[in-house]
Nanobody, 121 residues
Framework: QLQASGGGLVQAGDSLRLSCAAS????????MAWFRQAPGKKREFVAAVRWSGDTSYADSVKGRHTISRDNAKNTVYLHMNSLKPEDTAVYYC?????????????????WGQGTLVTVSS
């Protein structure tokens, strides 16, 4: 189970931190990711962190957002800086086995409920 939180309404240029608390699976051996879905658009990959700590980012957020994980707390974070109106979306955290698939494509077999981030201009 994944529980995402931290979304809200912010202004362009602001920062926000999303959190995703995990339970029910071996967090420390799982790759974790954030995806987002803007209104009227397909869900897209944002960032991921392997169980080993290696990270990957979408080009649209590289240099602005940082993904991190705390294995002691079974939690993954997305630190979002210099937010833009185009970052407005519902953000979902996801988890997959470290043995299967790719960070960008998955397959991710655990999904959180989503948290809404709205960035006003």
């Amino acid at each position: 189970q994944l529980q995402a939180s931290g979304g809200g309404l912010v202004q362009a240029g602001d920062s926000l931190r999303l959190s995703c608390a995990a339970s029910g699976f071996t967090f420390g051996r799982s790759d974790m990711a954030w995806f987002r879905q803007a209104p009227g658009k397909k869900r897209e990959f944002v960032a991921a962190v392997r169980w080993s700590g290696d990270t990957s980012y979408a080009d649209s957020v590289k240099g602005r957002h940082t993904i991190s994980r705390d294995n002691a707390k079974n939690t993954v974070y997305l630190h979002m800086n210099s937010l833009k109106p185009e970052d407005t979306a519902v953000y979902y955290c996801a988890a997959k086995s470290s043995l299967l698939g790719s960070l960008h494509e998955g397959p991710y077999n655990y999904w959180g409920q989503g948290t809404l981030v709205t960035v006003s201009s």
